[in-house]
């Protein structure tokens, strides 16, 4: 499977976690804002450039989880679908408290930077994990150095991407939320 396929499947998993967490059960939905909550104040420091690595740093996590987790193939998709689930979560409740304007301004300036970020990170360590067995089985040894560079370029390209989404969320998604705040209710 292509990088580009795979890179569309990864998203249409993103947006089917999305959906679901939208339509999550009230309980579950308040047991993730908790475990969420707990992250952020564990990461808030005051300092926007402070608090930009600790982004930065947990979303490189994630990225490293994805390549660790290829050889299993499917679980890179899954851990998309997870993070899809747990916005549509946030995006919902954020919404009920803040209005669907504060609640996108709170995620959409990072978020067109970190998504594609997350998911270039899961189709490559997919087609990653696709190659080792094809390698393991006897098939596609040669393709195998290929599709590790490949899977370099797209995990360093994925963590650029991560630290320019961290500087926007530590710095610039804070003052667009307050700024939609203060706007009158359309």
Do not use: C, D
């Amino acid at each position: 499977m292509g990088g580009k396929l795979l890179f569309a499947l990864m998203a249409l998993l993103y947006a089917a976690g999305v959906a679901l967490g939208l339509k999550a059960p009230e309980q579950l939905a308040e047991t993730v804002i908790e475990e969420a909550r707990r992250l952020v104040e564990s990461i808030f420091t005051g300092n926007p450039l402070e608090l930009a690595l600790r982004i930065f740093l947990n979303n490189a996590r994630v990225a490293l989880l994805t390549a660790l987790l290829s050889p299993l193939v499917v679980a890179p998709g899954l851990l998309v679908l997870a993070n899809g689930f747990v916005l549509g979560i946030a995006l919902t409740y954020a919404a009920g408290r803040l209005g669907w304007a504060a609640a996108l301004a709170a995620v959409l300036p990072h978020g067109v930077v970190e998504i594609p970020a997350l998911l270039l990170a899961a189709a490559a360590s997919t087609s990653l994990g696709a190659a080792i067995w094809r390698a393991l089985l006897g098939r596609g040894k040669a393709r195998w150095r290929r599709e590790l560079w490949s899977f370099a370029k797209a995990i360093a390209l994925s963590l650029l991407l991560f630290a320019a989404a961290a500087l926007i969320e530590a710095i610039v998604t804070p003052a667009l939320v307050s700024l939609v705040r203060r706007l009158p209710p359309l």
